[in-house]
């Protein structure tokens, strides 16, 4: 059974580009979850996803968008890269309708630098 | 928004023996669940332990276990016979139904294992 999948592992962007992150939840999850951890903090919410639809975010600008696929996967999109925007990225999934008390399962992360 | 605290950056601890990681947490809702995670150098979180605000008895994992006093908001981790596969970051998280379902978790502690 594969846990969540993110990649790429690690991404280096120049200020004002555009970067995509992707996330394979874990198998039979709906609900996926993205968080940005910079460096030495712990990691920040950003938005939800569920039936394709956000359904919840965090204190993050428009420049940070998402979309959901069919199959549960996810992007995370970002617009107008800044040096601050480098960090891990984390996904996460769980599933609906099971929330509070259970888990969420996290990837890896996706490395980001800005220069 | 929900402040979740951890008072220790960084821990140390000698193999064999017990250390306990604090973590206290801010919130007027009556209704909400704690985590500890622990990210390894590998970076993926993996769920420690986990309590419900409702339920008065502290959980326990194996070697793992959580002192919570709900009137004081704090939730403090405590590792017995800690192994050098215990050194890692530990972050402290806060769910709530009413804030969506979305961690908050907060700076982290550095666990050391010295062998």
């Known amino acids: 059974d594969a846990g969540v999948t993110q990649s790429p592992t690690h991404l280096i962007k120049t200020r004002g580009q555009q970067v995509t992150l992707r996330c394979s939840p874990k198998?039979?999850?709906?609900?996926v979850s993205w968080y940005q951890q910079a460096l030495g903090q712990g990691p920040q919410f950003i938005f939800q996803?569920?039936?394709?639809?956000?359904?919840q975010r965090g204190n993050f600008p428009d420049r940070f968008s998402g979309h959901q696929f069919p199959n549960y996967s996810s992007e995370l999109n970002v617009n107008a890269l800044l040096l601050g925007d480098s960090a891990l990225y984390l996904c996460?999934?769980?599933?609906?309708?099971?929330?509070?008390?259970?888990?969420?399962?996290f990837g890896p992360g996706t490395r980001l630098t800005v220069l | 928004a929900q402040t979740v605290t951890q008072s220790q950056p960084e821990m140390s601890v000698q193999e064999a023996e017990t250390v306990t990681l604090s973590c206290t947490y801010d919130?007027?809702?009556?209704?909400?669940?704690l985590f500890w995670y622990k990210q390894p150098p590998s970076r993926q979180m993996i769920l420690v332990i986990r309590?419900?605000?409702?339920?008065?008895q502290n959980a326990t994992e194996n070697r793992f276990s959580v002192n919570f006093q709900k009137a004081a908001k704090s939730f403090s981790l405590k590792i017995s016979d800690s192994q050098l596969g215990d050194a890692a970051m530990y972050f402290c998280?806060?769910?709530?139904?009413?804030?969506?379902?979305?961690?908050?978790f907060g700076t982290g502690t550095s666990l050391t294992v010295i062998p």
């Open positions: 996460a999934s769980s599933l609906a309708g099971t929330l509070g008390y259970n888990e969420q399962f």
């Open positions: 198998s039979g999850h709906d609900t």
């Open positions: 996803y569920y039936e394709e639809e956000e359904r």
């Open positions: 919130t007027s809702e009556s209704d909400y669940y």
């Open positions: 309590q419900e605000a409702y339920k008065q």
């Open positions: 998280a806060y769910r709530s139904p009413n804030t969506g379902n979305q961690f908050y």
